[in-house]
């Protein structure tokens, strides 16, 4: 049996994996200013291991590790924003867990416009532009009856 995960969670994920993905200056230049906070676990860089699957479904293997920093903070209001990003970018990590904490204020529909709203349209083109010089390499094979096949 398997269900749908709650909406607020799901939401969460969405920008949580945006501000992750997010170029970290570009995040900086949407987020300039960031509000007072605690850093609860600064950011520190490791490393996770990556799993692949054969055709998506197949079983698990370790593919290789990825180097990641990951941060906690805890806002004034007593908000708490974690992030976990792809490189050794410290200011990134601080900078998306912040952003992760405002998102839960009050301050949550300002961010979403401001911040994740132009991320969000800015990847989207990326991924269409990708799409488009993918599909320009696309090769369209077909075969025709031979006579003595017919």
């Not at 908000?79 to 867990?97: L, P, T």
């Not at 912040?98 to 989207?124: F, N, Y």
Request: charged content about 20%; aromatic content about 2%.
């Amino acid at each position: 049996m398997s269900h749908s995960p709650h909406p607020e969670t799901a939401a969460r994920r969405d920008w949580i994996s945006a501000l992750a993905k997010a170029p970290p200056g570009r995040l900086a230049a949407l987020l300039p200013e960031l509000p007072a906070h605690e850093l609860l676990r600064a950011p520190e860089i490791g490393t996770v291991m990556v799993q692949g699957r054969i055709g998506g479904t197949g079983a698990p293997f370790n593919l290789g590790e990825m180097t990641v920093t990951r941060c906690s903070v805890r806002l004034s209001g007593g908000a708490v924003g974690h992030a976990c990003v792809q490189g050794r970018d410290k200011a990134h990590a601080a900078r998306a867990a912040v952003a992760d904490a405002l998102m839960q204020t009050d301050a949550a529909p300002q961010i979403a416009a401001q911040v994740l709203g132009p991320l969000r349209q800015e990847a989207a083109e990326a991924r269409a532009t990708r799409a488009a010089k993918a599909a320009g390499t696309r090769v369209e094979f077909f075969t025709m009856l031979r006579g003595e096949d017919a």
